[in-house]
């Protein structure tokens, strides 16, 4: 029986395909941010010939990696990237404050179960959330696409993670993700598509932390099967038991600590316990993997009624306009507010260190996060951990890792900066 990336990849092909096939294949829907548009638009139209796309539905550009823009030079290209869209008579353009790619498509609609979505975002995996195949590719790919409306790829093998049991308190979807990546390692997932079973108790954002860190395996795709969710596609795949996995990964939920990535690799994975005290100067919630309304809220039960750590600076971001219109709401974005923390544009943010947020030399920040390479925020002399929403509210409290369980049994209350 067929995993589901051969499912969809056969549908899209128009022929029955199975791993390691080699397939060109029609596409659903292509991505573009404005940090590659420019080059982009200049191999669609110079070296390619092509004037137009070939379907301006099909087609979504996305002004979220620097956005606001933080230069002059961001602005003409931004403002480059505008006028191109409205020459192609492309419907979906997503400007500044919209919020991330990933999120943003998912809210709207157009990314649906069944689809191949590529996008021009190492991340772009996310849009498995809703059971898509969705991946990243590089800028030539993405004009032969935007050209063609058809792409070629070879079919994946499939490893599954497979979760038993329910989260604790303070252990979420993102402990989940890192410590998959900590038994996975980096190239564990090399070109193959990462199934995650047993979480259709998760909402859809949070699922899209598991399909976003999925990339961080070396996985082609990451794709949660579309259980639970309200909504439809070309495609509904489905899981079969009897398929032919290359590998079956099981994590207990039940007894899952909180996992934190120590600098400056994504699968440099420990309990937090066995960190010991590691002292923070920043706390940065936000991005595709962990920005969404779900992650806001977490940190803001935590924080209710209290104040960040002296010393220790808190920034969301959140991922979307959709998830800050929630949190201010609800009341989610005033308790972020009154702990102390800062509340930036939705977008990517200091995600790619370009703006919002960089970090100094010799700053220790705690990024929510999925890349925690050198350089990756800002100065390659700073460290990033990587962790949950959870453990990034508990460590404003503080000024060092914290575990979430700890904050809220009152054991310790806010600490002094060490």
């Not at 066995?274 to 920043?282: C, F, I, N, S």
Request: proline residues 6%; hydrophobic residues 45%.
């Amino acid at each position: 029986m067929p995993t589901m990336s051969e499912q969809i990849l056969s549908r899209v092909a128009g022929r029955t395909v199975r791993a390691g096939d080699v397939v060109t294949a029609n596409v659903d829907l292509v991505m573009v941010h404005d940090s590659l548009a420019p080059g982009i638009i200049r191999i669609l139209h110079q070296e390619l010939g092509a004037e137009r796309v070939w379907d301006p539905q099909r087609v979504a550009v996305v002004i979220d990696h620097v956005a606001p823009a933080a230069s002059v030079q961001t602005a003409e290209k931004q403002q480059e990237v505008r006028r191109w869209v409205r020459a192609q008579g492309i419907p979906h353009l997503f400007d500044v404050g919209r919020g991330i790619s990933h999120p943003v498509l998912v809210e709207e609609g157009l990314a649906q179960p069944g689809m191949l979505i590529l996008g021009s975002d190492s991340h772009s995996t996310a849009y498995g959330c809703v059971g898509a195949f969705g991946t990243g590719m590089g800028s030539t790919d993405i004009a032969l696409a935007l050209a063609t409306g058809k792409t070629w790829l070879r079919v994946p093998e499939t490893i599954v993670v497979r979760a038993r049991g329910r989260f604790g308190f303070g252990v979420g979807p993102k402990d989940l993700a890192l410590r998959a990546a900590r038994l996975l390692r980096a190239d564990g997932a090399t070109y193959a598509a990462i199934e995650w079973h047993g979480v259709e108790f998760l909402s859809v954002m949070e699922r899209m932390t598991l399909a976003t860190l999925s990339i961080e395996m070396g996985a082609k795709a990451g794709i949660v099967p579309p259980i639970g969710l309200n909504v439809t596609g070309p495609l509904l795949p489905t899981v079969t038991a009897d398929a032919d996995y290359q590998e079956v990964v099981e994590i207990d939920l039940d007894q899952l600590e909180p996992q934190v990535s120590a600098p400056h690799y994504v699968d440099n994975v420990a309990n937090l316990s066995d960190l010991g005290r590691v002292a923070v100067d920043v706390v940065y919630l936000g991005t595709c993997t962990n920005g969404h309304y779900e992650d806001m809220a977490v940190a803001a039960q935590i924080l209710a009624g209290r104040r960040l750590a002296p010393g220790v600076r808190m920034i969301v971001v959140p991922a979307s306009a959709q998830s800050l219109q929630r949190a201010a709401a609800d009341g989610t974005l005033a308790t972020l507010l009154a702990a102390g923390a800062t509340i930036g544009t939705p977008g990517c943010g200091a995600c790619i260190g370009r703006h919002m947020g960089v970090l100094a030399p010799g700053e220790v920040c705690l990024f929510t996060g999925n890349r925690n390479f050198r350089g990756r925020m800002g100065s390659p002399e700073a460290q990033i951990y990587l962790a949950s929403p959870a453990v990034a509210a508990a460590t404003a409290l503080t000024g060092y890792l914290t575990d979430p369980r700890t904050v809220m049994d009152g054991q310790p209350t806010i600490a002094s900066r060490p």
